[in-house]
């Protein structure tokens, strides 16, 4: 059997690893032949390390430099693009199919057994793969990269996710398969949640990690919802306690207090170490154009929990009906430092087994095992 994976981040570049590059992984180790596919390379993709990485990739050779090999039947490819899908660059709707023009004929004239998509420009691709099932895995809300993406594109993804190009919809969150569900009430919407790697329960050296008291992490994006101020605010209130944020990019820290620490991009291999040293995990997120209705259990909540940490959150929109009891809430300065406190003592009365039951009940390998019984199905 062999599938296309079309996702976002590379796993040659490494830095966080999304819901796609877990499912690619699982059909490889399932016996499956996985093509994975990232987000295209455009002429001026120059501008940071990730992205000249790629571009050298892309455009610097042959289909043997462009295909890489990850693991065991798991092969990642760097595709161009004429331009990128920024909102800047891809604005007319013209380009909406010439954006994957120059696939491969590898992947091209082919006819996969399953086609997983993530909600994405790399949804683009889709007009020029074959494949016997066609499947979007919608792992977040298209109008929500508004800041990113200009509508012409953002309204093609939403009109893909609700037209006749997939055979079934896998939504991450309740609210995300509702929307499916409006946008095309004949289509199969399925509710398959995010995951975790079991690996955040291992230390990532021989010794055990030593979990600093009064620590509290936040690990992921700068993202336009990523509340930043709310975080100083707090580490001011909080001055025995310490902040630190493992983010790639370079935020503005004029007004952070000395307590709250911007860290540079985290290492998947030194993940397990980061989170393990700290004592709460952090999702201080704020609304960001009607995003956050759709969220119930973002990734970074997964892991927090697996690696032992307590988490405080915002309560917006679904954040509070996905996490429930396993999170503390707080939407101002005040009452988020109070979370922050109430998280690590919360953390502190969980019995050494709570991390692996979590785990054992929201492994990768176990969603993998629902989405290979979803294509068994498709593909009778």
Known sequence: MRALVLGTQSFIDGGTKVGSQHLAQALAAAGWAVDYVPTLSSPIDVVGRE????????????LRRRSVRISQGLTEWSLQSPFPAHRFFLRWSWQLPAYGQWCPAPLRDVTFDACIADVAPN??????????????????????FARDLHPVLINGLESMVGGPDFDEVWAVSGPLAEYARA??????VVHIPNGVEARLLMPAAQSPVVRQPRSAVYVGGLTAWLDTG??????????????????PGAPAQRAWPSNLQWRGSV???????????????LIPFREADGRMRYVERPLKFYEYIAA???????????????????????????????????????????????????VQAHDWNARAETMLTRLEMLLV
């Open 51 to 62: 992205r000249h990485a790629r571009l050298c990739r892309a455009w610097g050779g042959g």
């Open 123 to 144: 949804m683009l691709l889709m007009h020029q793969i074959k494949a016997r099932a066609k499947v979007c895995r919608l792992n977040d809300w298209p109008q929500g």
């Open 183 to 188: 946008l095309h009430p004949q289509g199969e």
């Open 230 to 247: 709310l975080l100083a605010q707090a580490a001011r209130l909080l001055p025995d306690w310490t902040f630190a944020v493992y983010a």
């Open 267 to 281: 290492g998947r291999a030194e993940l397990p170490a980061v989170l393990q040293s700290h004592e709460v995990g």
């Open 308 to 358: 032992g940490l307590g988490v405080a959150s915002t309560d917006l929109g679904a954040l509070r009906h996905g996490m429930g009891a396993l999170a503390c809430y707080g939407n101002d300065a005040r009452t988020f430092a109070d979370a922050v406190v109430q998280a690590g003592a919360q953390a502190q009365l969980r019995t050494a087994s709570f991390a692996e039951d979590f």
